[in-house]
């Protein structure tokens, strides 16, 4: 098990903290009116240099795009994209795969083909995994992204306000993180942080054995194992809530099948992850938990927190609002 880094450590006080609004890029696609709604709300909300927002077009938000549309697409983004850009937001909800990889993936690390050979098979490792760098692109040569959902105009202005109000306290909170009966889904159960308080930063931290949580009114984490996660509606996440489920395809966000990750943004949390293809149950293609709680505790905002927290990332695709930081100060 890792040990969980308290605030006040070495580690915890290094420049690891704190992507800046001047640091990411946002994109609009100008063929779906919620992108271009819902990001000029954005760029308002975080005061985003105008300079910052990238504009494309891409008709009938397909689910996932092929090699050479994804070529095509990021070859326009990247030519908008100044040197200072650590990061980028994609302000839609499709397209989220580019064949058996996550769009997210694709565009920070490349688009890894031979896992669409094998998607059961190992991944690549992503040289970000745990890493303290506040500049990925300057140290690493890859800029971290994410997806903004647009379903609904309302809802996603909803998450960019709880996002900004978490930078205003720190709550006292809770992570709660669950062993569920569905075994095969509790791979990454072992690096659960350590039960108990971390005072410096007004968290509790808890483990419980159960299907679902019930009735939590204080949730700033919550992870759990299952396909689908029940009573949702009975709880409430605090502004800056991180929140996931291991489970073959969480990222298939717009599928029929198991959860979508997108439950849990409606659900009140800040930003999630799912795999967009069967990766099967590695914990090193899921956020490791320790890892996650560790960066964020830290002051990394969700977009850092959540990227360096995933060992092998090629088929997961990181949605949400990516400056959300509560423990930045």
């Given at each position: 098990?890792?040990?969980?880094?308290?605030?006040?450590?070495?580690?915890?006080?290094?420049?690891?903290?704190?992507?800046?609004?001047?640091?990411?890029?946002?994109?609009?696609?100008?063929?779906?009116?919620?992108?271009?709604?819902?990001?000029?709300?954005?760029r308002?909300?975080r005061?985003?240099p105008?300079?910052?927002m990238?504009?494309?077009?891409?008709?009938?938000?397909?689910?996932?795009?092929?090699?050479?549309?994804?070529?095509q697409?990021k070859?326009?983004?990247?030519?908008?994209?100044?040197?200072?850009?650590?990061?980028?937001?994609m302000?839609?909800?499709?397209?989220?795969?580019?064949?058996c990889?996550?769009?997210?993936?694709?565009?920070?690390?490349?688009?890894?083909?031979?896992?669409?050979?094998?998607?059961?098979?190992?991944g690549?490792?992503?040289?970000?995994?745990?890493?303290?760098s506040a500049?990925?692109?300057a140290?690493?040569?890859?800029?971290?992204?994410?997806?903004?959902?647009?379903?609904?105009?309302?809802?996603?202005?909803a998450?960019?306000?709880?996002?900004v109000a978490?930078?205003?306290?720190?709550?006292?909170?809770?992570?709660?993180?669950?062993?569920?009966?569905?075994?095969p889904?509790?791979?990454?159960?072992?690096?659960?942080?350590?039960?108990?308080?971390?005072?410096?930063?007004?968290?509790?931290?808890?483990?419980?054995?159960?299907?679902s949580?019930?009735?939590?009114?204080?949730?700033?984490?919550?992870?759990?194992?299952?396909?689908?996660?029940?009573?949702l509606?009975t709880?409430?996440?605090?502004?800056?809530?991180?929140?996931?489920h291991?489970?073959s395809?969480?990222?298939?966000l717009?599928?029929?099948?198991?959860?979508?990750?997108?439950r849990?943004?409606?659900?009140?949390?800040?930003?999630?992850?799912?795999?967009?293809?069967?990766?099967?149950?590695?914990?090193?293609?899921?956020?490791?938990?320790?890892v996650?709680?560790q960066?964020?505790?830290?002051g990394?905002s969700?977009?850092?927190?959540?990227?360096?927290?995933?060992?092998?990332?090629?088929?997961?695709?990181f949605?949400?609002?990516?400056?959300?930081?509560?423990?930045?100060?």
């Open positions: 098990m890792l040990g969980l880094l308290l605030p006040g450590s070495a580690a915890a006080q290094s420049p690891s903290s704190g992507l800046q609004a001047a640091q990411l890029a946002v994109v609009i696609n100008d063929s779906e009116p919620n992108s271009v709604e819902i990001g000029e709300y954005y308002q909300a005061d985003i105008a300079k910052n990238v504009h494309v077009r891409i008709p009938d938000r397909p689910h996932k795009l092929d090699v050479e549309q994804f070529r697409l070859a326009q983004i990247d030519a908008q994209l100044g040197p200072e850009i650590q990061a980028v937001l302000v839609w909800t499709a397209p989220y795969a580019v064949e990889n996550s769009i997210t993936s694709a565009f920070t690390l490349g688009y890894d083909a031979e896992q669409c050979l094998k998607l059961c098979g190992p690549k490792p992503s040289a970000y995994f745990n890493a303290s500049r990925p692109q140290d690493f040569g890859m800029r971290l992204s994410m997806l903004m959902p647009t379903e609904s105009v309302t809802q996603a202005k998450l960019i306000d709880r996002a978490s930078g205003f306290r720190t709550p006292t909170a809770s992570a709660y993180y669950l062993t569920t009966s569905e075994t889904r509790n791979s990454r159960a072992p690096f659960f942080p350590r039960a108990g308080q971390v005072p410096q930063r007004k968290l509790t931290i808890k483990h419980l054995s159960a299907d949580l019930d009735g939590a009114r204080d949730i700033m984490v919550y992870q759990t194992g299952t396909a689908r996660v029940a009573k509606e709880l409430r996440f605090l502004p800056g809530a991180l929140a996931d291991l489970t395809t969480g990222g298939d717009l599928s029929n099948g198991q959860m979508s990750s997108l849990w943004l409606e659900a009140g949390a800040t930003a999630s992850y799912g795999t967009v293809t069967e990766p099967c149950n590695y914990w090193q293609k899921f956020p490791n938990s320790t996650l709680l960066h964020y505790l830290s990394a969700a977009l850092e927190a959540y990227w360096r927290s995933v060992a092998w990332p090629a088929q997961g695709v949605i949400g609002e990516p400056l959300a930081a509560p423990y930045h100060r």
